[in-house]
């Protein structure tokens, strides 16, 4: 069973810079084919992705945010960490983790499952 | 970048409609489009992936079709657990989501 755990402050102050911290169980990021992507969701607002991890270290960002964004992983104690700096209030948002889940055959792709999310409020 | 458009934004429906929610990508992504169920403070479930393929334990209720630029996702007989919002996704190229549509009870 895959499980996953976003971690991290509740709160952050306007210009500061937010580390999330993905913990995740039941898959290895060393696994070919595997990956982990980080998505937002304003109050009220539509699901965004933010970035991608793949078991290779090969790494994309949503090119929007791009410049803000860094993810990183740590296969020995399987997690995923995603940061973003320059914090603003329009960046309060709840952040979820995602385990990318590969077609058995071709390159197709879905995120499941989800972690429960943690809410980051932007505010000073 | 691939934007992806769903329509309607809400809609209002009763128990045992049929709904059908469109979703339209700004260039051709096959069928590498997927769909998710969102309650509200839950975080998205996958209900169908590669435009027309049931998640395992999704209610046959749910189906999907379509390739290229236009999909759409159907619930052939509304349930009371159905009322939530929905999403479509590309995964053709990096991931995108829509703006998702409301489900609301009439």
């Known amino acids: 069973q895959i499980t996953l755990k976003e971690s991290g402050p509740t709160l952050v102050k306007p210009t500061q810079t937010l580390t999330l911290t993905c913990t995740f169980s039941?898959?290895?990021?060393?696994?070919?084919?595997?990956?982990v992507g980080w998505i937002r969701q304003p109050p009220g607002k539509a699901l965004e992705w933010l970035a991608l991890i793949f078991w290779d270290d090969d790494k994309r960002y949503n090119p929007s945010l791009k410049s803000r964004l860094t993810i990183t992983k740590d296969t020995s104690k399987n997690q995923v960490v995603l940061t973003m700096t320059n914090m603003d209030p329009v960046d309060t948002a709840t952040y979820y983790c995602a385990h990318r889940r590969r077609a058995a055959v071709g390159n197709d792709y879905w995120f499941d499952p989800w972690g429960q999310g943690t809410l980051v409020t932007v505010s000073s | 970048d691939i934007q992806m458009t769903q329509s309607p934004s809400s809609l209002s429906a009763s128990v045992g409609d049929r709904v059908t929610i469109t979703c339209r990508a700004s260039?051709?992504?096959?069928?590498?489009l997927n769909w998710y169920q969102q309650k509200p403070g839950k975080a998205p479930k996958v209900l169908i992936y590669a435009a027309s393929s049931l998640q395992s334990g999704v209610p046959s209720r749910f189906s999907g079709s379509g390739s290229g630029t236009d999909f759409t996702l159907t619930i052939s007989s509304l349930q009371p657990e159905d009322f939530a919002t929905y999403y479509c996704?590309?995964?053709?190229?990096?991931?995108?989501f829509g703006g998702g549509t409301k489900v609301e009870i009439k």
């Open positions: 996704q590309q995964s053709y190229s990096n991931p995108a």
């Open positions: 260039q051709s992504i096959s069928s590498f």
């Open positions: 039941g898959f290895s990021l060393t696994t070919s084919g595997v990956g």
